[in-house]
């Protein structure tokens, strides 16, 4: 794969690409973009990683897979190119932020200005089929995106995970509770949002967090 992976988390992940696992899930993958439409563009797979070294996280806020419409996934979980409609989960993210902090309602989802600042923005899975939600599940992503939420666990502290749905909670069952802080809340999906997911806070509660920690604060305006 012709990928863009920081050099931070390439040490960190060393051992993972030696692995049988992920040499059948590059392969796996290296075949789909040459016979099928996938998500997102191939140098942008990595983009969580790159965008967000290792030594400069702060929050990691985990997605399941990337959008799988046209133009849409940029290789941060629930994050759109800029250009693109919000998708519904984002607007519902927007409109939590907004009750929380007051912050206005952005037209743009591209939400890498988050990851600059250390939100790790990581799906489970990486990539995905065109119009095809789910088709790369089980060949290896779950693994790989496992072991980095371990090595962040294990070699860090202090720490935001911010985990909405039942699949981030249980993606993040390892998580160190005594090192680092961690909110759960329902998913910002229109069919999860009303049972818990709005007047949650979580954008407060890790400024507060880290402002505890006397660790800079994200600006979370868009």
Not at 190 to 217: I, V
Request: aromatic share 12%.
């Amino acid at each position: 794969m012709d990928v863009k992976l920081d050099a931070s988390w390439k040490e960190v992940l060393k051992n993972e690409f030696e692995k049988d696992y992920f040499k059948n899930l590059t392969e796996f993958v290296r075949n789909e973009y040459k016979t099928k439409i996938i998500y997102p563009p191939a140098s942008k797979i990595f983009s969580a990683f790159d965008n967000t070294p290792f030594d400069q996280v702060k929050v990691v806020l985990i997605g399941q897979d990337p959008y799988h419409g046209a133009g849409q996934a940029n290789g941060l979980s629930f994050s759109v190119a800029d250009g693109v409609k919000l998708p519904p989960s984002l607007r519902n993210i927007y409109k939590e932020l907004n009750d929380d902090l007051g912050i206005g309602i952005s037209t743009s989802g591209n939400l890498e200005s988050w990851a600059k600042q250390g939100v790790l923005m990581l799906n489970a899975t990486l990539t995905v089929e065109a119009s095809n939600a789910g088709s790369h599940q089980n060949r290896g992503w779950e693994e790989f995106t496992d072991a980095a939420i371990e090595a962040l666990s294990n070699q860090k502290e202090n720490l935001v995970f911010i985990l909405w749905g039942a699949y981030a909670q249980k993606k993040g069952a390892k998580i160190n509770r005594s090192k680092h802080f961690v909110i759960e809340s329902a998913h910002p999906s229109p069919f999860a949002a009303h049972r818990g997911f709005f007047e949650s806070k979580p954008f407060s509660k890790t400024n507060a967090f880290l402002k505890s920690k006397n660790l800079q604060e994200i600006n979370w305006k868009i």
